[in-house]
């Protein structure tokens, strides 16, 4: 069995003074030194980041890490868009699986507010398929019609999916490391202005800087000594096309529905049993596909269950959805995110949560994306 | 134990009429086919290739190699500069060692010729420091550093380099796929313009396409029913600095050395076991520093040792070196090359190396570097 260990992230935000690699370097000392771990009894590292090599020619991340580090070890960079740091994650377990008695960080990074809005939105749309590009389609022209599609088919409005958004910043308003720490109504959501008809600014994900690392162990000296210790029962990856125009379906991610439903047969637990999720809401749609995508909502019924609001974190439901703020609040440095929600499950299994802390939690979830669902990683967790 | 069962590779060289994932599916074509699978028996992918972002916006290739198998199976893309083919063996290696009973893909890939040699070059040159990048120190700058300390320090000259390339011009003359098919004389070498002083054009790998993939697999049923069965003994990968300045020693590649002294311990064979290996010559002095930092040669023994041409198949020294043609006259498409290197060894352990195949293997070594040393991979195999 794997467990975590130890987690840091930077703040989240518009960090004009720091590098990609001074907030990994940040990152990387704050697990370490919560853990009271040495660079020297890692045992190999995996790096989530997407954007380094298309915004700054920085590709060959591993070595600059080992650098960083000072030390030798096996170091791999994953990428998957903005599932990036959830695939890293993945590999880093998969790594523990098949060598004992092992430590290995988990560091996911991105630094975007460097560049042009046009420099950025061109390489996030490095995602998306050649023809989607050329097309013109971004990110939110591409969640847009997921949107459009599932608002006409289950007679939904603009309002349904507000509601994603007021949740999830009055959670950024409970976490200090959040990119956005306000309050916003279902009235500032649809008075905000459209990005992509029906998305509007206050519907969609903002373009952060950040890193978050985690510490991942099958070491038995470790596992005795720690007091914050979270196991690992699953971590599932799936794919699906890069084009939407190939899928079957517009109302779900199919790479959710099959990461998701392994996620739950490995861990051997009920839906019912998740207390907390972070689910990737880069757009407040993907949201309502992902809880309904995860089997935690009907398909179709997501446009109603998210108005009762009952999955944030005041309001006492059964499950508590995106206490970090999610991608909308917290922010989104894209290869930091997977890495990110994985740590949130962690603060509150933890008891770590501070004022956006749920009680009597014992298994959580967290769920990343990569693009338009061309990838998605489950992870589940328990203490 | 995991096994290679299959090896496919694409013509490598200027294939102007074939976009990036065209190879890709050229190449998982040819390895299916080969081994008589069908996507559908595929359990997970391991993708290599460095440049497809920065030259042609191209990120998330997990979700198109999805696209292209019409799989949703797990995709991963490893990127550590010009060991990303040798880190996706690493990886799909330790999925196997993790997961019993499984059919792993590994496929590498680039496409480097549809652009302006300044537009690769500078890719390329992201595999460096952001300061190397800065002082304008491009990949021939930065070995010919190592060239001419090496030189110097052990008081060979550019003659010596030579041989390197005449060797591995006269296997690339064996071999169908490699990009350049003609042999060239220790004259050609010399009279050859400088690239970066002491190395020149013919010192230098050059800039190629091409894609090539491999099956590993730990399936009983499958294992008893191959002909080709290749046992994976070792994979270890090592990593060091980026920035050459931030190293003790430039003479050797201490990623190589560490990664080459791991794989023979865990394989358990000495380094005399070894009838053919594949090293990486990205430059001239690379494949010499490689043959001394594994243990064959001794350090600074390198220039008079290569000038014996004794690596060479036609003059059946104990150790033939870079059948395929190395780097220098296979060619050099990034992503592809680590696993070209495996599958040439593989193709000299089962016999099918045709026109260049040594005779009694029974164990193979391939190496791969990326950048200047930040990153090596080396994996030891056997019938």
């Given at each position: 069995m794997n467990f975590i260990i130890g987690y840091h992230t930077t703040q989240f935000?518009?960090?004009?003074?720091?590098s990609l690699f001074d907030l990994v370097e940040e990152a990387i000392n704050g697990v370490l030194k919560q853990t009271s771990l040495?660079?020297?009894?890692?045992d190999a590292v995996f790096f989530g980041n997407m954007l380094a090599g298309v915004?700054?020619?920085?590709?060959?991340s591993p070595s600059k890490v080992s650098e960083i580090l000072k030390v030798n070890i096996p170091i791999f960079r994953a990428e998957a868009a903005c599932a990036s740091g959830g695939a890293a994650f993945n590999l880093a377990k998969t790594y523990l699986d098949s060598n004992s008695n092992k430590n290995v960080l988990v560091v996911g990074a991105e630094k975007m507010t460097d560049y042009s809005p046009e420099e950025t939105i061109t390489g996030l749309s490095a995602a998306s398929s050649g023809e989607e590009q050329e097309a013109g389609l971004t990110f939110p022209g591409l969640y847009a019609m997921m949107a459009n599609f599932y608002l006409e088919k289950y007679h939904f409005t603009e309002e349904n999916l507000a509601y994603v958004s007021v949740k999830n910043h009055y959670h950024g308003s409970l976490?200090?490391?959040?990119h956005f720490r306000k309050k916003i109504s279902v009235e500032d959501v649809l008075k905000s202005p459209y990005v992509a008809y029906p998305l509007k600014v206050l519907d969609s994900s903002p373009i952060s800087d950040g890193a978050s690392a985690l510490i991942l162990t099958n070491r038995h000296d470790l596992i005795k000594k720690q007091r914050n210790l979270v196991s690992v029962l699953a971590s599932e990856v799936a794919t699906d096309t890069i084009?939407?125009?190939?899928?079957?379906?517009?109302?779900?991610i199919l790479a959710t529905k099959i990461a998701g439903d392994a996620a739950f047969k490995k861990a051997?637990?009920?839906?019912?049993?998740?207390k907390v999720a972070e689910v990737h809401?880069?757009?407040s749609i993907a949201e309502i596909l992902a809880m309904e995508d995860l089997g935690?909502?009907?398909?179709?019924?997501g446009g109603n269950r998210i108005?009762?609001?009952?999955?944030?974190?005041?309001?006492?439901?059964?499950l508590i959805v995106n206490?970090?703020?999610?991608l909308k609040a917290a922010g989104h440095p894209v290869g930091a995110t997977g890495i990110k929600q994985i740590g949130e499950i962690f603060l509150q299994l933890t008891g770590?949560?501070?004022?956006?802390q749920v009680n009597n939690v014992r298994y959580g979830l967290a769920h990343n994306v990569g693009g338009s669902g061309g990838t998605a990683v489950v992870t589940i967790l328990s203490i």
């Amino acid at each position: 069995m794997n467990f975590i260990i130890g987690y840091h992230t930077t703040q989240f935000g518009e960090l004009w003074e720091k590098s990609l690699f001074d907030l990994v370097e940040e990152a990387i000392n704050g697990v370490l030194k919560q853990t009271s771990l040495s660079s020297r009894q890692i045992d190999a590292v995996f790096f989530g980041n997407m954007l380094a090599g298309v915004l700054e020619n920085n590709l060959h991340s591993p070595s600059k890490v080992s650098e960083i580090l000072k030390v030798n070890i096996p170091i791999f960079r994953a990428e998957a868009a903005c599932a990036s740091g959830g695939a890293a994650f993945n590999l880093a377990k998969t790594y523990l699986d098949s060598n004992s008695n092992k430590n290995v960080l988990v560091v996911g990074a991105e630094k975007m507010t460097d560049y042009s809005p046009e420099e950025t939105i061109t390489g996030l749309s490095a995602a998306s398929s050649g023809e989607e590009q050329e097309a013109g389609l971004t990110f939110p022209g591409l969640y847009a019609m997921m949107a459009n599609f599932y608002l006409e088919k289950y007679h939904f409005t603009e309002e349904n999916l507000a509601y994603v958004s007021v949740k999830n910043h009055y959670h950024g308003s409970l976490n200090d490391k959040a990119h956005f720490r306000k309050k916003i109504s279902v009235e500032d959501v649809l008075k905000s202005p459209y990005v992509a008809y029906p998305l509007k600014v206050l519907d969609s994900s903002p373009i952060s800087d950040g890193a978050s690392a985690l510490i991942l162990t099958n070491r038995h000296d470790l596992i005795k000594k720690q007091r914050n210790l979270v196991s690992v029962l699953a971590s599932e990856v799936a794919t699906d096309t890069i084009s939407l125009k190939e899928r079957k379906k517009f109302d779900e991610i199919l790479a959710t529905k099959i990461a998701g439903d392994a996620a739950f047969k490995k861990a051997k637990i009920n839906r019912r049993d998740i207390k907390v999720a972070e689910v990737h809401d880069c757009f407040s749609i993907a949201e309502i596909l992902a809880m309904e995508d995860l089997g935690f909502w009907e398909k179709g019924e997501g446009g109603n269950r998210i108005k009762e609001l009952l999955t944030m974190c005041e309001n006492g439901g059964n499950l508590i959805v995106n206490t970090s703020g999610g991608l909308k609040a917290a922010g989104h440095p894209v290869g930091a995110t997977g890495i990110k929600q994985i740590g949130e499950i962690f603060l509150q299994l933890t008891g770590q949560a501070e004022k956006r802390q749920v009680n009597n939690v014992r298994y959580g979830l967290a769920h990343n994306v990569g693009g338009s669902g061309g990838t998605a990683v489950v992870t589940i967790l328990s203490i």
